[in-house]
């Protein structure tokens, strides 16, 4: 079956610091990627997507490309702030995210200033 | 951006006690919806899907009469935990899809039973 896997954390890193954080995955067929992110208290919110091999999905800052060959989609930020601080989850699931998503689980970033 | 709200946002209650948990969907019509359960430094485990009018689909090892689904409308769907025991208190979270929009979360619910 599908599955995710994401590096352990916690993950801490000083302000404006380079960020990685190591997703692969197994799946049949041609899924969707996400990574959500989860702030202290709050649901989990989109960050970014990419939906076929290849693609880039950015927002905040924050990159993934989807790596077919590797089977990887890992996140970067070139400089974190303090604001990034927070559980990074990355999710795979059919096109467009409606519908059953398979979460990794999860990996917590403290950023110090 | 959609919006999906869940109350309470924590509850508390006793052993053997029941509780109802509520997850709408504010400015979408969610014609599925999902619930979620959260253990501490884990990921999101699936509980089970809900589509509105029918029956909810469970997952491998989710105990359909404890915890109960209803998914009345296109903006509400409820979980509630039956006969409630310590080992229930997780973090439950849903999430809610609709067409042609993805899957939005909402900020969860805390349930400690004690």
């Known amino acids: 079956g599908n599955s995710v896997t994401q590096m352990e954390g916690p993950v801490t890193l000083s302000e404006e610091a380079f960020l990685t954080i190591n997703c692969t995955y197994t799946?049949?067929?041609?899924?969707?990627l996400f990574w959500y992110v989860q702030y202290p208290g709050e649901g989990l919110q989109l960050l970014l997507k990419?939906?076929?091999?290849?693609d880039k999905g950015s927002n905040k800052g924050f990159e993934a490309t989807y790596r077919k060959e590797t089977t990887s989609f890992h996140l970067e930020k070139g400089s974190v702030q303090v604001s990034d601080s927070a559980v990074y989850f990355c999710?795979?699931?059919?096109?467009?995210?409606?519908?059953?998503?398979?979460f990794g689980k999860g990996t917590k970033l403290t950023v110090n200033p | 951006g959609a919006v999906v709200s869940q109350h309470p946002s924590w509850v508390i209650c006793k052993s053997g006690t029941s509780v109802k948990i509520e997850c709408r969907s504010l400015?979408?019509?969610?014609?599925?919806m999902f619930w979620y359960r959260q253990f501490p430094k884990q990921s999101l485990m699936l509980m089970a899907t809900?589509?509105?009018?029918?029956?909810?689909?469970?997952e491998q090892g989710v105990e359909k009469d404890k915890f109960l689904i209803n998914h009345a409308s296109l903006t509400l769907s409820t979980l509630t935990v039956t006969s409630a025991h310590p080992e229930d208190s997780s973090f439950y979270i849903c999430?809610?899809?609709?067409?042609?929009?993805?899957?939005?979360f909402g900020p969860g619910t805390r349930l400690t039973v004690t």
């Open positions: 799946a049949t067929g041609y899924p969707s």
């Open positions: 999710a795979l699931g059919p096109q467009g995210g409606s519908e059953k998503l398979v």
């Open positions: 990419a939906t076929k091999a290849d």
């Open positions: 809900s589509n509105e009018g029918s029956k909810a689909t469970y």
């Open positions: 400015d979408f019509q969610a014609t599925t």
């Open positions: 999430s809610a899809s609709g067409e042609r929009v993805e899957q939005y």
